[in-house]
């Protein structure tokens, strides 16, 4: 097995520019070899992990191996928090070598009741703009200029920032409505920036020489603090292990994505106006929407190498990003939008979710999408679930209304 951490090696697989061409999104049932998928054993047993390697190598870097041990620490605990109504709690999370980054949880729940499900998912800040309490870690980390008490040119998060951001993750309104949500910092995981001195990236002898083309990019490696935070929820005796929804904004929808796909302990799947590179397509047919080319050059660190080669070029891609919604395949995914952000390619997304249908066909849901693009403001809250608001590019208590009513259908 490799190291902790190191990334699991994949299959030899050709290079991006030498794959056939294919205008249309490549079927999600049929094998790189052409032979098709027809039962739900084949999916798993065959075509499943297939994508699962084709999606590491050819756009998000390999998936990094579990490490060996978490250790959970509790930096303090509100039982009187949130109005009242529920326990704040911020919960370090510490993974084998010394040196590797520590990830804060900060856990919203209600008090008094049997173990609740939880939403769990990375924020872009810091858990200390999501709330004024006083004992939430502010982080000591790298942390984008440009956000509420961030000093200007050092990019450092000071207390100025508490509370600041309280609307992205409304955490009384979640706990009740008898949710428990649990959220970490991403650049504690691995800084939203190129370069590879911080963060897990840093911790990879590969990382400071020629990086490989499926190096573990970033969205990746967010991801992967998704699962660190779910191996602690799975033991806390107040979360319902069996009953995890992942939830991200924008580059963190990406992550929610891509986190539900590899992890099967997550059992509904929000991606949060995701777009390119989460659920939008890469084979866009939406002008306004966000192309490839654009985000691996002005992101260049979100994926690995070998996705930006596609960026002339999106017919190339061995899959679009339906086989992603596949892979969580029976697990609701719902993929929540807004009128006003074409950029993240709403419509583009439905027929994303329309093209994973087959896949979860297999696993007997006869109608998993709507028939048709629904309605501004229609929560179609089918297992491939999909919702666009009025509004701009943004988190909302309002989005948390929405994500709570599918949460009841799906984890109630
Ligand atoms: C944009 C980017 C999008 C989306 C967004 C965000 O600049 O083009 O793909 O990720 O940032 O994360 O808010």
């Not at 390619?345 to 994973?356: E, K």
């Amino acid at each position: 097995a490799p190291p902790a951490g190191s990334p699991v090696p994949l299959p030899a697989f050709p290079p991006p520019d030498t794959l056939p061409s294919t205008a249309e999104f490549p079927d999600p049932l049929v094998m790189r070899d052409g032979t098709k998928i027809a039962t739900k054993k084949d999916w798993e047993e065959k075509r499943r992990p297939e994508l699962k390697e084709l999606f590491q190598h050819y756009m998000y870097g390999r998936f990094p191996a579990k490490p060996e041990k978490v250790t959970a620490k509790v930096l303090f605990e509100d039982t009187k928090a949130l109005g009242g109504k529920g326990t704040l709690r911020e919960v370090e999370l510490t993974f084998g070598p010394p040196e590797w980054p520590k990830l804060y949880l900060l856990i919203a729940a209600p008090n008094g009741t049997p173990p609740v499900a939880c939403f769990v998912g990375p924020n872009f800040g810091g858990n200390h703009l999501l709330t004024a309490h006083e004992q939430v870690r502010v982080p000591t980390v790298w942390v984008p200029g440009g956000y509420p008490g961030v000093e200007k040119g050092t990019n450092r998060a000071t207390a100025e920032g508490r509370g600041k951001q309280a609307d992205t993750w409304p955490l009384q309104q979640i706990v009740e409505s008898g949710y428990a949500v649990a959220t970490f910092y991403c650049g504690d995981v691995q800084p939203d920036r190129p370069g590879v001195s911080e963060g897990m990236r840093a911790t990879l002898p590969a990382a400071k020489d020629a990086p490989p083309a499926d190096e573990t990019a970033t969205v990746m490696w967010w991801a992967w603090g998704c699962h660190r935070a779910v191996d602690f929820l799975v033991t806390d005796p107040r979360t319902d292990a069996k009953r995890l929804a992942v939830v991200g904004h924008s580059r963190l929808g990406k992550t929610a994505l891509l986190a539900g796909a590899f992890d099967d302990r997550i059992a509904v799947v929000i991606p949060h106006q995701s777009g390119c590179g989460g659920a939008g397509p890469s084979r866009s047919k939406n002008p306004k929407a966000e192309p490839v080319k654009r985000i691996t050059t002005v992101f260049p660190h979100w994926f690995c190498a070998n996705f930006r080669a596609f960026g002339d070029d999106t017919t190339k891609i061995p899959f679009d990003q339906h086989s992603l919604v596949a892979i969580c395949a029976p697990r609701p995914v719902l993929a929540t939008n807004a009128d006003d952000d074409q950029w993240a390619n709403p419509p583009g997304q439905f027929d994303v979710l329309t093209a994973a249908a087959p896949v979860y066909r297999l696993y007997g849901d006869a109608r998993p999408v709507a028939a048709k693009l629904p309605e501004t403001g229609t929560l179609a809250d089918e297992r491939l679930g999909y919702f666009v608001r009025a509004g701009k590019h943004s988190m909302t208590p309002d989005d948390w209304k929405v994500f709570t009513r599918y949460a009841d259908k799906w984890l109630k």
